[in-house]
């Protein structure tokens, strides 16, 4: 007989089974988790990703900026702006500047491209989180008020009570904070010349209405989030090239056609490179070059900027400015580095594939990315923009200036009935030129 507290004995194994044998209380398939599954054994996208290192983080944060308080060295006052022109920072209490640590000396992303192993991300380009909010609140601890900032359309705020000015210097999670900044050099009334130079240029096609709207004083200073990427990888191409043997020409002279004869050969190249600060942009509405809808694509026309000259992030920087936020993570911009760096590893092999002069198509291409840098940056530029109605809500057009070199290019509505003109009147002056030189030499 059993007592309450012992657990009633196990039945008893069926004929021809043991206490392991086929029906025992043992013979029941594992739980799920109950054992580690090998990595090893899994098909190959579930395995790398399973065996690829985790992301190696670089904090990059500002410790001493985190309760929002951007205080002058000498005075501890908190009015502090961007001197303009330059890469300092100035108190306006007592005057005193100072300049921002560069990140590349900082951090040294600058160093150790070629042993790049894994994924190594600095702290302001982490994964931003879905349910983040925009609205970061500050105490102050001069009044004790609560001052919000909406990082939305601003990264600085000035509490109403006592006038200290508080700025987003912790890198929150919604990737309105980045680990860098460029600073602006070209001020506003050069970048207004500079559109206004770009346009007089081509004015006598622009659409009527452009002209008649054309207002550059309206240019924008804006910092664009985009991801600063260092890489080491190698890649392999094969194709074929092709090396002329013969030119020659078949049939009479109404209908002459000139043939080529080419050796063929199966070629294949291997090559292993860096890149040091790769621009990605981590907006998706810049990153959208949606030729019918807009001109993002003249962005990357005033490229490259000098990145190196990047200093760690300060709210400061971008008083008097505006921002957007960085919403695409790594995973998302993966595919467009892959793109950037295979077109890298085709320039890289060019040089060595002269002999085949009637080219080389390359029919397969295989990369290996070793390791990835990821910084998150803001850049400087100025944007003039136009909205051209039309069909399926228009085009909008962009003027761009490098906010650092003044590299200037844009897009300017034209009237196509004007271009058409100068077409056709380009072709008879044309035709009036071979006519001339006909009769001349009769």
């Known amino acids: 007989m059993s007592t309450p507290n012992t657990p009633p004995p196990l039945p008893a194994a069926p004929p021809g089974g043991g206490p392991d044998g086929p029906g025992s209380p043992r013979d029941v398939p594992p739980a799920p988790g109950s054992f580690p599954i090998d990595p090893h054994t ?91 909010s925009s609205l970061m609140s500050f105490k102050c601890s001069g009044c004790g008020a609560e001052v919000t900032v909406n990082t939305e359309s601003s990264m600085t705020a000035r509490c109403h009570w006592c006038r200290h000015v508080f700025g987003v210097n912790e ?9 860098a900044v460029l600073p602006f050099h070209i001020g506003k009334d050069d970048a207004v010349a500079r559109i206004r130079q770009f346009v007089d240029k081509r004015r006598l096609f622009a659409l009527k209405a452009f002209k008649e709207q054309f207002t550059p004083e309206n240019v924008t200073g804006v910092y664009l989030p985009y991801m600063i990427v260092d890489g080491n990888a190698s890649a392999v191409v094969s194709g074929k090239g092709e090396i002329q043997t013969r030119e020659y020409t078949r049939g009479n002279d109404k209908n002459k056609q000139t043939y080529y004869d080419a050796d063929v050969y199966q070629v294949e190249r291997q090559v292993s490179f860096t890149v040091d600060d790769l621009p990605l942009e981590s907006s998706a509405a810049r990153g959208n070059l949606d030729v019918q809808a807009n001109t993002n694509n003249i962005i990357n026309a005033i490229l490259p900027f000098d990145t190196k000259n990047a200093v760690k992030w300060n709210a400061a920087y971008l008083n008097g ?119 001349a030499s009769s």
Not at 102 to 118: Q, S, T
Not at 171 to 179: E, I, S, T
Request: glycine share 10%.
């Open 42 to 132: 899994l098909p190959p996208p579930i395995r790398d990703e399973l065996l690829a290192p985790d992301p190696e983080a670089i904090d990059t944060s500002a410790q001493e900026l985190k309760d929002g308080l951007n205080r002058c060295p000498r005075c501890g006052a908190t009015d502090i702006r961007h001197k303009p022109g330059t890469d300092l920072l100035v108190c306006l209490y007592c005057r005193h500047e100072w300049d921002g640590a560069r990140v590349e000396e900082a951090y040294g992303f600058g160093e150790g491209i070629g042993e790049l192993r894994g994924t190594v991300i600095a702290s302001g380009a982490r994964d931003i989180e879905a349910d983040s």
């Open 321 to 439: 400015f505006s921002s957007e936020k960085r919403n695409l993570n790594i995973d998302r911009l993966n595919p467009r580095l892959e793109d950037q760096l295979l077109s890298i590893a085709r320039a890289q092999v060019a040089g060595s594939v002269d002999r085949y002069d009637r080219g080389v198509r390359w029919e397969r291409e295989a990369l290996d990315v070793h390791g990835t840098r990821w910084v998150a940056m803001y850049l400087p530029v100025w944007l003039y923009s136009y909205h051209q109605p039309g069909a399926n809500g228009g085009m909008l057009h962009y003027i761009a200036v490098n906010g650092r070199t003044g590299e200037t290019m844009g897009s300017v509505p034209v009237q196509h009935w004007k271009l058409l003109l100068a077409a056709l009147t380009a072709g008879t002056f044309i035709e009036g030129i071979a006519f001339w030189f006909l009769v």
């Open 171 to 179: 890198q929150v999670a919604n990737g309105a904070v980045p680990d």
